[in-house]
Antibody, heavy 118, light 109 residues
């Protein structure tokens, strides 16, 4: 079955970077897009960006243009999101979610908690 | 940056019907915004219920339906069950990026 399994929780110091992974299984990796979404404690969902299945190109939300890097490894069907210059405002649960090209969001990862604290 | 707005909270009685809406600051929501509706229960990962305005996934209960109503995307729950108590998020495609609404906390009481 289709699954997205994310890496474990992280604790980081302000100013550091964090890299979270999302391993896909059960489908043809390059046929689908993968998005990153985050949720700060007690807040709503926030779209961060997408890595496109066909060519690995990316589109990022305006507020993450500088600090966000999304990459993938097709040999392991894994996508990565790296966020730099962390502040306490980046404390959140980070989710990956699959998109069937055309705007169909379906399977979500289980989420990865990232805590930023001095 | 487009702002997507939802009702912050709604309350419905078990067995009742409720409609949640999703508006865009840029104007009327159309099918071109590819509305998705996502359910999230406390401590759980989100689960997408509706895509492309009104299409359902295989796991979406029949009592959930999506539509466009008066320039808004809408999610209607008919015959609400206690387990439908959750946060509901809408997601719109806006100028080749995606924007979530603030979420609606649905209470079943």
């Amino acid at each position: 079955q289709v699954q997205l399994v994310q890496s474990g929780a992280e604790v980081k110091k302000p100013g550091a970077s964090v890299k979270v992974s999302c391993k896909a299984s059960g489908y043809t990796f390059t046929s689908y897009h993968l998005h990153w979404v985050r949720q700060a404690p007690g807040q709503g969902l926030e779209w961060m960006g997408v890595i496109f299945g066909s060519d690995g190109s990316t589109t990022k939300a305006q507020k993450f243009q500088v600090r966000l890097t999304m990459t993938r490894d097709t040999s392991t069907s894994t996508v990565y999101v790296e966020l730099s210059s962390l502040t306490s405002k980046d404390t959140a649960v980070y989710f990956c979610v699959r998109e069937v090209p055309g705007g169909v969001f379906d399977v979500w990862g289980q989420g990865t908690m990232v805590a930023v604290s001095s | 940056q487009t702002v997507v707005t939802q009702e912050p909270s709604l309350t419905v009685s078990p067995g009742g019907t409720v409609t949640l809406t999703c508006t865009s600051s840029t104007g009327a929501v159309t099918s071109g915004f590819s509305p998705n509706w996502i359910q999230q229960k406390p401590g759980q990962a989100p689960r997408t219920l509706i895509y492309s305005t009104s299409s359902k996934h295989s796991w979406t209960p029949a009592r959930f339906s999506g539509s466009l109503l008066g320039g808004k995307a809408a999610l209607t729950l008919s015959g609400v069950q206690p387990e439908d108590e959750a946060e509901y998020h809408c997601l719109l495609n806006c100028d080749n990026s995606w924007v979530f609404g603030g979420g609606t906390k649905l209470t079943v009481l």
